[in-house]
């Protein structure tokens, strides 16, 4: 018969009791500074800990604790008493390693297929209003930051409006469009904001060969606004720093923010593909081909070797000997 020195509390006082404990008949039995016998079905005993006693509760608030772990697990099995399978799992570094590469696997998979998904519902639920709310905060704090007014002349601005506006989408009805021009500190560059405005700088509008690069261009933004980008990207960056804090509980806000912004990279590529596809489909549609679109990236190649890599707006864009690959590929299909 195993004896096992313990320590008991009767619950009503803060008195320490020195007693044995052993197992007779299927009852615990103690003896010592305190006199007690019960059931073994009454008691509940506490997980096993590599470190921390373990506690034996009796159904009144009274409690044993147990430091010699190794005696007491020997007494459990002369009881016949077996872990519960979460503890023998958490005991086994097979099993936490699986745990481990099973979680991981869940949330790549949710990013990869899930997320976007989630985000594009939301997305085309929202009320029109919130996103023009939104757009409008995000243009006020450019144009207080970033942007400047336009340098470019009234008649200009109206032109390439007209023109643009002449053309046909390619995908049913146009999302709704406001077209603004600016000067930008950062160089070239072209967005669309989810409350429909398409932002084009000067320096865009300068770099461009034609008119009809500018207007392959602001196809390509359109794109982005039929397909919702703009709140998908800010929906999955809410949520993906949302799961971050969870995962990575309590740290400094950069490693915190530091998922979501890469992970938000990985999207803002494929989005920029989807909107390539959409102004493919719309320089068709309208009989002007793809080589306004080849023009601009081949454009943006230049301008990569001479800065030596994405530079303004080529930032979180595929590359652009990529993209002209795959326009000329989606021409051909298309045509």
Avoid: C
């Amino acid at each position: 018969m195993s004896v096992v020195a313990a320590r008991y509390f009767d619950g009503r006082s803060s008195r320490l009791h020195r007693v044995t404990l052993t197992v007779e008949d299927g009852h615990a039995v103690l003896r010592g500074d305190a006199e007690r016998r019960e059931p073994l079905h009454a008691l509940h005993v506490s997980e096993r800990s590599r470190h921390a006693a373990r506690k034996v509760s009796f159904a009144d608030g009274a409690y044993l604790e147990v430091d010699d772990g190794a005696a007491f697990a020997a007494l459990l099995r002369q009881t016949g008493h077996r872990d519960g399978l979460v503890v023998r799992l958490q005991h086994s570094w097979r099993a936490v390693l699986a745990a481990a590469a099973a979680t991981v696997a869940t949330l790549w998979l949710g990013y990869l297929y899930l997320l976007p998904a989630l985000a594009a519902g939301i997305a085309a639920a929202l009320p029109p209003q919130v996103e023009r709310q939104l757009g409008a905060g995000v243009l006020k704090l450019l144009d207080d930051r970033v942007l400047a007014p336009s340098t470019l002349s009234a008649q200009r601005q109206a032109a390439l409006r007209e023109r643009f506006r002449r053309l046909q989408p390619p995908l049913g009805a146009a999302p709704d469009w406001r077209l603004q021009f600016r000067s930008s500190r950062v160089g070239p560059n072209a967005f669309a904001l989810p409350s429909g405005d398409i932002v084009m700088t000067d320096q865009l509008v300068k770099l461009l060969d034609s008119d009809a690069a500018v207007m392959a261009v602001l196809a390509h933004e359109l794109g982005h606004l039929h397909q919702h980008h703009g709140m998908r990207r800010m929906i999955q960056g809410s949520i993906v720093t949302a799961v971050s804090g969870l995962v990575f509980g309590d740290m400094s806000a950069l490693m915190a923010t530091a998922p979501a912004l890469l992970l938000d990279m990985k999207y803002s590529r494929d989005a920029e593909r989807e909107a390539d596809d959409y102004a493919v489909a719309m320089m068709l549609h309208n009989g002007l081909g793809v080589q306004p679109l080849v023009e601009v990236f081949a454009r943006f190649q230049q301008l990569e070797r001479e800065e030596g890599g994405d530079m303004g707006y080529l930032s979180s864009h595929p590359p652009s000997a990529e993209r002209l690959e795959r326009i000329r590929a989606a021409g051909v299909r298309m045509r």
